[in-house]
């Protein structure tokens, strides 16, 4: 080990866990750990496990720290370091958790929306350090994004940008749970896409899907799904086919409105693999403008598992 | 007239016409030219008559002049000052329209995509100067857009963004002219409207439109549209009310993309006034995220008629 060489604590706030750990300036994981969140018990419970969290992982530890990032839902104003309405964390209306956790500390504290740090975390670590411009896309319970332009993430008025999961691709389309309808997440969402192949598969009694589930409907998941498609199930096949259809119309909207071309794509839901972006690319190369048909690069995101830790690490070595 | 004042050349190279102006930096046009484009002679044609009107304005001029300010279709490099592929201009592949004038009239020379001019027309000059962010949209022939975010256009990877125009609402819905299906343009825009319209009146035979129109379907226009409207005509209410309704949920998805709450609505369709822009702002309430609810505005351009010369004149006086 180089003794030039930097170390960032990431910390993945999530609505049932928190995933904190000690990265180098590379992306290796040196160290980790997960604490509960416990979100029922509001504010203060949470950020005592915020802060029980990174004192064990820096007991484990001996190196310099660079300093924290945090990535975490909700609105996140970087410069205030404020947390504000996070969905899935009853009780916050505006937390000042940049603050709060450089006191405990002592070290810098650079706070980021989970979407955007997963963006961030693409641009640092992944498969996005190859590109100036991207959109990173994350297919899991929800679809999220990040928009990094020219090396920069685009954080828009309040930091909000990129939610790309609610682009519209049809008004009169199913309701999305954040009010409106057609929204992308309505179709891609990982609840939504087990609703609809559980409703789909009545008509379909002879689907692999049967046989891999054990006729267990709750069993459906995006990974079912794809292991049905590799063994060939036509129904499982179709249905990634008509997935990656709906996200290539929803990222046309996005190219031609941004004029980026590459999207990286990660997330549960991008287990579909191959046949999934190359469904996406191809409607893309048909619906965009010309300008960019030769441009449209899909490419899968290279961080897995552990992309929430990452991402909130490499804010610390992000240069805004 | 203070002796401290500037001038810019602005140039609004269109399909049909050339539009020449010369504009202080307070935005007021002192002299104007407009001269045949002759664009199907091609490219050494155009450039000729583009020389031709700036000499022309030049000659009706004593003041002192800042630089030369062009609007062009397609696509722009603003570095290179060239212009590429203009949909309306046969047989330009790539010119170097920005050296070609500066070396005819020694003054600096910008050239910028017209969509792009026109926002940088109302930051410069127009409703845009009051807001830090905001789409600018031209309900014309097309559905052009230029997206400003702190003050600075937003050019995406080659100059392309901001095509609003081609975000899509509906996959089923009409061919647009761009080779994909269901463009907000192929709703919004001028041909689309006349054309739903003009079939549609064969089952309002009541409508006020018939009136305006003295039977002759071939001179339905926005114009017409909105004047029935305006007489208390069901018809074209109603039409105007669900114009309004899809451009607010093309702009929903943009507004959720970019975290930009203000857009800036002009060119003829426009015209459709205050029912058009309320309908746009109640639909964009009722589906943005939360936090955009409450920050929506909906305002319509300050520039009217001579919008392409302020816009290219206006690139003279805006830092980049």
């Known amino acids: 080990m180089a003794k030039s060489e930097k170390f960032a604590v990431g910390v993945d706030l999530g609505g049932t866990n928190i995933k904190i750990g000690i990265v180098s300036e590379d992306g290796k994981i040196i160290s980790k750990t997960s604490i509960k969140t416990e979100a029922q018990a509001g504010p203060k419970a949470v950020i005592k496990n915020i802060k029980k969290g990174i004192d064990e992982i820096l007991q484990t530890n001996y190196r310099k720290i660079s300093g924290i990032g945090i990535g975490a839902p909700g609105i996140v104003s970087t410069k205030k370091g404020t947390v504000q309405n996070p969905p899935n964390l009853p009780g916050w209306d505006e937390i000042e958790l940049g603050a709060i956790i450089k006191k405990e500390f002592g070290y810098k504290v650079s706070v980021e929306n989970d979407a955007n740090a997963a963006a961030i975390g693409e641009l640092i670590f992944g498969a996005g350090q190859k590109y100036s411009s991207f959109v990173m896309v994350t297919l ?14 685009f954080r828009g008025e309040i930091g909000g940008a990129g939610e790309i999961g609610h682009v519209c691709i049809d008004p009169s389309g199913p309701r999305c749970n954040c009010g409106s309808t057609g929204c992308i997440e309505a179709y891609a969402g990982n609840h939504y896409i087990k609703e609809v192949v559980k409703k789909d598969l009545r008509n379909h009694p002879s689907s692999k899907i049967w046989e891999l589930i054990e006729g267990d409907l709750e069993r459906v998941s ?81 961080l897995k598992n552990e992309a929430g830790i990452l991402g909130a690490s490499a804010l610390v070595f992000y240069n805004t």
């Open 222 to 302: 995006p990974r079912i799904i794809q292991m049905a498609a590799e063994l060939g199930d036509v129904y499982a096949k179709e249905f990634i086919h008509d997935l990656g259809i709906k996200l290539g119309v929803a990222f046309t909207s996005i190219s031609n409105i941004l004029d980026i071309s590459t999207f990286i794509i990660g997330g549960g839901v991008a287990g579909f693999g191959k046949p999934l972006l190359t469904t996406i690319k191809t409607t893309m190369i048909s619906r965009v403008l010309t300008p960019l048909k030769n441009r449209i690069i899909i490419v899968p995101a290279k």
């Open 140 to 153: 899991g319970t929800g679809v999220g994004g990040g928009i990094i332009f020219n090396k920069k993430l």
